[in-house]
């Protein structure tokens, strides 16, 4: 096994783990107030959570692992290629808008947008060391004094910095990028498949969700985490979609939404006494 192809599963493993510093485990994404409201129901936990899981992945699931699919196919310009980055990165800019313009949520979008922020800024201090430009423009305020590991860069311009060069200009255009589209930058630069982006993408939504339900509800953590691969047919249907969209203009991307997902997130933002951010 080539090291491209050991780092591009191990940036697959790092986006999926929930013990990355991105913030992601305070995180709920509505649940904690579907919970209140009735829609999960702590007497049938594991019916209701799968139905409510089902729900979320072949409506905003889709949607976003689309966006993940299709930044991923337009991050890959290779290692030392940099010919391309500027046209690159003009694309995830408008990637950026169309994903607004399919979150309808206000707090959705602010949501997506801070993960998203944490992550870049995460991966990029983990991963290179910054230029001066972005060092000035978005680390430095935030985490100074934190170059790459042992302070040094990954190979310099035809290795890993070479290849990451549309995540770090996609954070000096956009001041909080989308999670979903951060997510699939980072994994088409190291060389990840649109279609394993989708999957990434898939995995960390019922993740978080189930993590979320284990300690909402206090459920058994194997029987809950074995509620996903019950959802293995629709999981394997959503990713093959959503991977489908990867080469298409970023305007027919899909727009699925979950409106009591989205009515729940902005109710649930006004509670004093909630466990989770959203």
């Known amino acids: 096994m080539d090291a491209g192809t050991v ?7 790092m986006t999926t783990d929930g013990r990355f510093p991105t913030g992601g485990y305070s995180h709920s994404h509505g649940l904690e107030q579907a919970i209140s409201r009735g829609h999960i129901r702590p007497e049938d936990p594991f019916c209701s959570l799968a139905r409510w899981l089902r729900t979320q992945l072949q409506t905003v699931v889709i949607t976003g692992a689309a966006q993940s699919a299709w930044a991923a196919h337009h991050s890959a310009i290779g290692h030392g290629d940099l010919s391309a980055v500027n046209d690159r990165s003009d694309l995830l800019i408008l990637l950026d808008s169309e994903i607004d313009a399919r979150t309808p949520s206000p707090r959705a979008r602010e949501v997506s947008r ?34 790459g590991l042992c302070g040094e860069p990954f190979g310099g311009v035809d290795g890993i910095e070479g290849a990451l060069a549309p995540l770090e200009l996609l954070a000096i255009e956009v001041a909080s990028p989308h999670l979903s589209e951060v997510t699939g930058c980072f994994l088409g630069c190291l060389g990840t498949s649109p279609v394993e982006a989708a999957a990434a993408w898939c995995y960390n939504c019922l993740v978080s969700h189930v993590s979320a339900a284990v300690k909402l509800l206090g459920m058994d953590p194997v029987s809950a985490f074995g509620l996903l691969p019950s959802l293995g047919d629709i999981i394997s249907d959503v990713v093959a979609e959503a991977s489908h969209f990867a080469s298409r203009p970023a305007s027919e991307l899909p727009s699925y939404s979950f409106s009591l997902a989205d009515a729940l997130l902005e109710e649930h933002a006004t509670r004093k006494d909630r466990l989770f951010a959203s």
């Open 114 to 147: 801070s993960l998203g922020r944490r992550l870049i800024t995460n991966l990029l201090v983990g991963w290179t060391t910054p230029s001066t430009k972005f060092a000035e423009i978005r680390v430095a305020p935030v985490l100074p004094e934190m170059p």
């Open 7 to 13: 780092l591009s599963y191990l940036a697959v493993a």
